[in-house]
């Protein structure tokens, strides 16, 4: 079974631009989760989405948002980017169900690799 | 909110030796979910093992096992055998329930960067 993809692996922008990066969760997997990894901040929750809806956010201001769609697919878009979002974005899917009680394992993508200059 | 703590930024060790990287975390929560990932030079995050709160018994993954002490809220990684291929930096990750519909992400430690020495 192929693991999570993600693209683009690598992007530069500059600042005031905005992004989009895509994840594709392991097939049959239905629940998508991205964080943000920096040097300072560390590893850091974005959001998770499930069938098609935001189920969590993490502390980011608004300029961070996703999406889901039908086929589990997720993108994630940064409106007007600034320097400080340079970083390694990570998705990671997982087999959850609904109405099940067990969390269950994430499994992660390779990443795309942000530089905003 | 929890707080994952790995104290240990960096350690080293020769190959075949046995090591043990710490973790710490704190929670109000009876019954959550403990990981460890590695993440390489590729950077690709790989999970290592997982513990659920409510099993007593430690989590092994052949030469990789789990010292879980809940009342402690103690969660270290100990690799056997250690081999080059281990080099990589560890997190530790904690993981809550569901609750109100709500699927809260990881929270991770900062790692601590392992090398193996030949």
């Known amino acids: 079974k192929a693991g999570v993809t993600q693209t683009p692996r690598y992007l530069i922008k500059t600042r005031g631009q905005q992004v989009t990066l895509s994840c594709s969760p392991i097939?049959?997997?239905?629940?998508v989760s991205w964080y943000q990894q920096t040097p300072g901040q560390g590893l850091q929750f974005l959001f998770e989405y499930f069938s098609e809806t935001q189920r969590n956010k993490g502390n980011f201001p608004g300029r961070f948002s996703g999406r889901q769609f039908s086929n589990s697919r997720s993108e994630m878009n940064v409106s007007t980017l600034e320097l400080g979002d340079s970083a390694l974005y990570l998705c990671?899917?997982?087999?959850?169900?609904?109405?099940?009680?067990?969390?269950?394992?994430?499994?992660f993508g390779p990443g795309t690799r942000l530089l905003v200059l | 909110a929890q707080t994952v703590t790995q104290s240990q930024p960096e350690m080293s060790v020769q190959e075949a030796e046995t090591v043990t990287l710490s973790c710490t975390y704190d929670t109000s929560e009876n019954n959550y979910y403990l990981f460890w990932y590695k993440q390489p030079p590729s950077r690709q995050m790989i999970l290592v093992i997982r513990?659920?709160?409510?099993?007593?018994q430690n989590a092994t993954e052949n030469r990789f096992s789990v010292n879980f002490q809940k009342a402690a809220k103690s969660f270290s990684l100990k690799i056997s055998d250690s081999q080059l291929g281990d080099t990589a930096m560890y997190f530790c990750a904690f993981m809550k329930p569901y609750s109100g519909g709500g699927a809260d992400g990881l929270t991770f430690g900062k790692g601590t960067h392992l090398i193996i020495q030949p």
């Open positions: 097939s049959g997997h239905r629940s």
């Open positions: 513990q659920e709160a409510y099993k007593q």
């Open positions: 990671a899917s997982s087999l959850e169900s609904v109405g099940q009680a067990v969390r269950e394992t994430q499994y």
